[in-house]
Nanobody, 123 residues
C-alpha cells in the first residue's frame, strides 16, 4: 500500500518561497496521479496543483505562475515549489495520490493522503 510523508512547510514573509516535498513508498508510484491540496480553518479542502503519470500538470487559477508541481519517479518524491507567496496561501497543505489517471483538482478523486504540513505566510 502506498504511503505519503510530507515535509518542507514553515513560516515565511509575503513574497517569499518554500518547497514542499512528499515522499512516497510503494512500487506503484510511477503509475500514480499525484496532487497538492490545501485547507484553512473554516474552509473546504481545495485543489492546488496536480500531475499525472504522463507528467501532465494542472493548476488552480489562484496559483498559476507562482507554483510549480513536479515529480521525481526515481526518488519516489513529489514537489511543490511555491514562489511569491501571499498571506492567502496560508493553509495546511496535503499531498494525495490516485491509482487512476486523474487530471482533476477534486479531493474526492484521490484516495491516498499524507498527514499535511503547515504553511504560514505573514504580511
Amino acid at each position: 500500500q502506498v504511503q505519503l510523508v510530507e515535509s518542507g512547510g514553515g513560516s515565511v514573509q509575503s513574497g517569499g518561497s518554500l518547497r514542499l516535498s512528499c515522499a512516497a513508498s510503494g512500487y506503484t508510484y510511477s503509475s500514480l496521479s499525484m496532487g497538492w491540496f490545501r485547507q484553512s480553518p473554516g474552509k473546504e479542502r481545495e485543489g492546488v496543483a496536480g500531475i499525472d503519470s504522463l507528467s501532465y500538470t494542472t493548476y488552480a487559477d489562484s496559483v498559476k505562475g507562482r507554483f510549480t508541481i513536479s515529480r521525481d519517479n526515481a526518488k519516489r518524491t513529489l514537489y511543490l515549489q511555491m514562489n511569491s507567496l501571499k498571506p492567502e496561501d496560508t493553509a495546511m497543505y496535503y499531498c494525495a495520490a490516485s491509482p487512476y489517471l486523474r487530471r482533476t483538482l477534486t479531493p474526492d478523486d484521490y484516495n491516498i493522503w499524507g498527514q499535511g504540513t503547515q504553511v504560514t505566510v505573514s504580511s
